[in-house]
T-cell receptor, first 115, second 110 residues
Framework: GAVVSQHPSWVICKSGTSVKIECRSL??????MFWYRQFPKQSLMLMAT?????????EQGVEKDKFLINHASLTLSTLTVTSAHPEDSSFYIC???????????FGAGTRLSVL | DAKTTQPPSMDCAEGRAANLPCNHS???????VYWYRQIHSQGPQYIIH???NNETNEMASLIITEDRKSSTLILPHATLRDTAVYYC???????????FGTGTRLTVIP
């Protein structure tokens, strides 16, 4: 299947700092990418839909000024958690849809711990 | 998107077939059935999808009932590495987002 690469896989940061997470589709172009968040023992929750060359669409309750999304190319989307706080600690997962196969592929996830 | 219902957990003996059921009684004619799994602390992995015909690939088989109101994912020879949460999702092709419910936690027992 297609490959979605997510980096870093694990990050620890101090409260108040910003963290950037990268998501790349390695062998296909993705006009649309998705960012999910998953808390322990819970299912994935969609945070935002990232569209190449345009503004991201955020789900209700997700602060767009806190979770900055940039989708500057057909193979790269980034999520920046600004002024991180301990409650932002979570597992963040990106996803990209392969247009040809109409299948959504997922990255391995990034575990963020804010101290 | 139509809602799905899955049992919260199942056990399967190693080497035996694992049959994971999913009910989607409100599925509409243009909605596909997708299966993903999530192994602990990893991103979801695509397994298989189908519209109305049964499908098979190197990972699994998908059996969809004639009325399309339910389906079964079959892992023919379960291994310990198949222990994961399995999600059944119905979605219109081309639509944004996959809605993840609570899934079925499959435990493969040695």
């Amino acid at each position: 299947g297609a490959v979605v690469s997510q980096h870093p896989s694990w990050v620890i940061c101090k409260s108040g700092t910003s963290v950037k997470i990268e998501c790349r589709s390695l062998d296909f172009q993705a006009t649309t990418m998705f960012w999910y968040r998953q808390f322990p023992k819970q299912s994935l929750m969609l945070m935002a839909t990232s569209n190449e060359g345009s503004k991201a669409t955020y789900e209700q309750g997700v602060e767009k000024d806190k979770f900055l999304i940039n989708h500057a190319s057909l193979t790269l989307s980034t999520l920046t958690v600004t002024s991180a706080h301990p409650e932002d600690s979570s597992f963040y997962i990106c996803s990209a849809r392969s247009g040809r196969a109409n299948i959504q592929y997922f990255g391995a996830g990034t575990r963020l711990s804010v101290l | 998107d139509a809602k799905t219902t899955q049992p919260p957990s199942m056990d399967c003996a190693e080497g035996r077939a694992a049959n994971l059921p999913c009910n989607h009684s409100t599925i509409s004619g243009n909605e596909y059935v997708y299966w993903y799994r999530q192994i602990h602390s990893q991103g979801p992995q695509y397994i298989i999808h189908g519209l109305k015909n049964n499908e098979t690939n190197e990972m699994a088989s998908l059996i969809i009932t004639e009325d399309r109101k339910s389906s079964t994912l079959i892992l023919p020879h379960a291994t310990l590495r198949d222990t994961a949460v399995y999600y059944c999702i119905v979605r219109v092709t081309g639509a944004n987002n996959l809605f993840f419910g609570t899934g079925t936690r499959l435990t493969v027992i040695p």
